[in-house]
């Protein structure tokens, strides 16, 4: 513990006895001031706000006593150890009434004074501690951690800045694997009134089906076989929080009718029991799959859908917003070069526009994983095209990069090509990367915007 950054105060009449004080605590590291009396320790007190005050019981000017009275009036919380003279333990012991923390009787012994103050400052380093945790947290799950420009996130944005307002709402994010759903529950979470409370998080398709019942509510003692004590479930230690339910799409049928009650009536059952728990919480469940089509396939509740689709948040895939592959290319390079200590500032013309190109099926995991192998490939300062994976590189098995590529990449199958088709199939596709923006989409196929803009008339694209 560093013990410099808390600050006692010594308030002693008796010189020698305050400079001996002063010696022990400030050989330990601890920040010391002194007072000569009592109205001086007020002073002191008011000054420098020490974390501890040591109160010498008989003082001129203002006893001891007086002083704590004041400082407790002023403020409740604060810690103070009383100094007691041979005779004065009943007003010590009064003193303690008042709300000091403890007291010690002159002569005392250096090392047992220090353990009382040590004691007494454990609960504030703890809290100090935390504070310290919470608020990496805070940083480490800002919102401009989750990197992105496109239209289509900055409406995600809005919503994310709404929901962290509302800490009650329940929130479902959709999106493909990998588009960010576990970052932006967090994100919602730690940006909340309910972030300085635990967020449980709980993937529904990893835990056995007979277990997650359990797992979730809780059981008495004996309720079934195995188990022995009384358990808390998961949702009871999210309470106050948050409890995020990952794949919630793939939670079987009976546990979603539980779900549904918790969501209704928020209380819970443990398994076994008979009372009905009340808890207080935000629910973020989180699916890659289509809960629409599952409810008509029958595999999910209706009821259940409606309510947790109150606030959907739809994650967009990262090839509908390709433009932010190379901002997150280098929000991870940077992130990359700080922890590693290894420093690749720049990326080859060619790789970026390899990297700009790709469709990343697996989203921004893939795209984080592909910088990450990159950055530890990397010879020099730049990430060049032989530093990037094979599919990556753009024209599939070992082809040309994307930066490069030409037809031949693509070959002539045996029993000939619908060459139309292909550049049909060609333009929608640079459509769709680059959302529509005809600029964008021309320069992907090395075309005028006019000459796209003829050959979307001829494919019946525009009116
Ligand atoms: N927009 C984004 N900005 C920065 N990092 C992101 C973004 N989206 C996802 N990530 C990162 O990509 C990885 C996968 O995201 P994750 O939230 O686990 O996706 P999902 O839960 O949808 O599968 C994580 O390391 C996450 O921090
Ligand atoms: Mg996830």
């Known amino acids: ?31 010391v001031v002194v007072a000569a009396n009592g109205r001086e320790a007020l002073e002191v007190y008011h000054r420098d706000h020490p974390d501890l005050s040591l109160l010498d019981i008989q003082m001129p000017e203002l006893t001891g006593m007086e002083v704590l009275k004041q400082i407790m009036a002023e403020e409740p919380q604060a810690l103070v150890v009383m100094i007691s003279a041979y005779g004065q333990v009943e007003r010590a012991v009064a003193a303690c009434r008042l709300g000091a923390q403890d007291f010690v009787c002159k002569p005392f012994d250096n090392d047992d004074l220090l353990r009382r103050i040590e004691r007494i400052l454990e609960p504030v380093r703890l809290r100090h501690q935390v504070e310290g945790l919470l608020a990496d947290q805070r940083q480490r799950y800002a919102i401009d951690q989750i990197v992105g420009q496109s239209e289509s996130l900055r409406e995600v944005f809005t919503l994310i800045r709404k929901v962290a307002a509302t800490p009650n709402t329940t929130v479902l994010i959709t999106g493909e694997s990998g588009t960010g759903k576990d970052l932006v529950a967090k994100v919602i979470h730690h940006q909340s009134a309910r972030a300085e409370q635990p967020m449980v998080e709980i993937n529904c398709a990893a835990i056995p089906e007979h277990l997650l019942e359990s797992e979730l509510f809780g059981h008495e003692k004996g309720s079934f076989t195995g188990a022995g004590e009384r358990k808390l479930g998961l949702v009871e230690r999210a309470n106050g929080g948050t409890l995020f339910l990952d794949e919630v799409g793939d939670m079987a049928l009976d546990l979603q009718a539980k779900l549904l009650r918790l969501l209704e009536n928020r209380t819970i059952r443990r398994v076994g029991g008979v009372d009905d728990l009340g808890v207080d919480l935000r629910v973020i469940a989180a699916t890659n799959r289509d809960l629409s089509k599952r409810v008509e396939e029958g595999a999910f509740r209706a009821d259940l859908y409606y309510r947790l689709n109150v606030l959907p948040i739809r994650l967009p895939a990262l090839r509908e917003r390709q433009g932010d592959a190379p901002l997150l290319v280098r929000f991870f390079l940077d ?9 690749v500032r720049t990326i080859g013309e060619d790789a970026l526009a390899c990297l700009s190109a790709y469709a990343w099926p697996g989203n921004v995991r893939e795209l984080k994983n592909v910088i990450e192998r990159a950055h530890i490939l990397a010879d020099g300062e730049r990430i060049e095209v032989s530093d990037l994976p094979a599919e990556v590189r753009g024209g599939g098995a070992g082809g040309a990069p994307a930066g490069v590529a030409t037809a031949t990449a693509f070959g002539l199958p045996e029993q000939g090509i619908d060459l139309e088709e292909v550049e049909r199939r060609l333009l929608t596709d640079a459509l769709a990367r680059t959302q529509g923006n005809q600029t964008q989409a021309a320069a992907l196929l090395r075309l005028g915007r006019d000459a796209l803009r003829y050959r979307m008339k001829k494919f019946g694209m525009l009116e």
Do not use: F, H
Not at 11 to 23: C, G, H, V
Not at 335 to 342: A, F, H, I, S, V
């Open 1 to 31: 513990m560093d013990r410099s950054k808390y600050t006692i105060l010594v308030a002693d009449d008796e010189e020698l006895l305050r400079w001996s004080i002063k010696e022990i605590v400030s050989r330990k590291g601890y920040r």
């Open 335 to 343: 992130r990359l070069n700080r922890e590693m200590g290894k420093q």
